[in-house]
C-alpha cells in the first residue's frame, strides 16, 4: 500500500509562486507514474500534470510554461512548481500515483491552493 501526502498550499497573490510536495511511502515509488490533479469548487476534477517512470513530463494546456513537475526518487517525493498563478488556478490540488496502466492507484488526501486577484 502506498500512501500520498501533499503539502505547499497556501494563499498568494496572483502572479506569485508555490510549490507542492507529494511525499509517497513505499520502496516502489521509482516504478511510478506520478500526476497532479485540481479540483475547483463547482468543478469536476481535472487533469494537471504528469511525470512518469522514466522522467517523462506531460502538462495541461492551461498550465504549460508556468507550472513544472519534478520527482526525487531518492526521498520519494514529487514537486509541482507553480508560477505566474492566476485566481483560476484557486484549486484543492491532488498527487496521485500508478503503477500501470490507465487508472490512479492511489490519491493523497489533497492541499488547497488559493490565488488571490
Known amino acids: 500500500q502506498v500512501q500520498l501526502v501533499e503539502s505547499g498550499g497556501g494563499l498568494v497573490q496572483a502572479g506569485g509562486s508555490l510549490r507542492l510536495s507529494c511525499a509517497a511511502s513505499?520502496?516502489?515509488?521509482?516504478?511510478?507514474?506520478m500526476s497532479w490533479f485540481r479540483q475547483a469548487p463547482g468543478k469536476e476534477r481535472e487533469f494537471v500534470a504528469l511525470?512518469?517512470?522514466?522522467?517523462?513530463?506531460y502538462y495541461a494546456d492551461s498550465v504549460k510554461r508556468r507550472f513544472t513537475i519534478s520527482r526525487d526518487n531518492a526521498k520519494n517525493t514529487v514537486y509541482l512548481q507553480m508560477n505566474s498563478l492566476k485566481p483560476e488556478d484557486t484549486a484543492v490540488y491532488y498527487c496521485?500515483?500508478?503503477?500501470?496502466?490507465?487508472?490512479?492507484?492511489?490519491w493523497g488526501q489533497g492541499t488547497q491552493v488559493t490565488v488571490s486577484s
Open positions: 511525470i512518469n517512470s522514466s522522467g517523462y513530463t
Open positions: 513505499g520502496r516502489t515509488f521509482s516504478r511510478y507514474d
Open positions: 496521485a500515483g500508478r503503477a500501470g496502466g490507465a487508472s490512479y492507484d492511489y
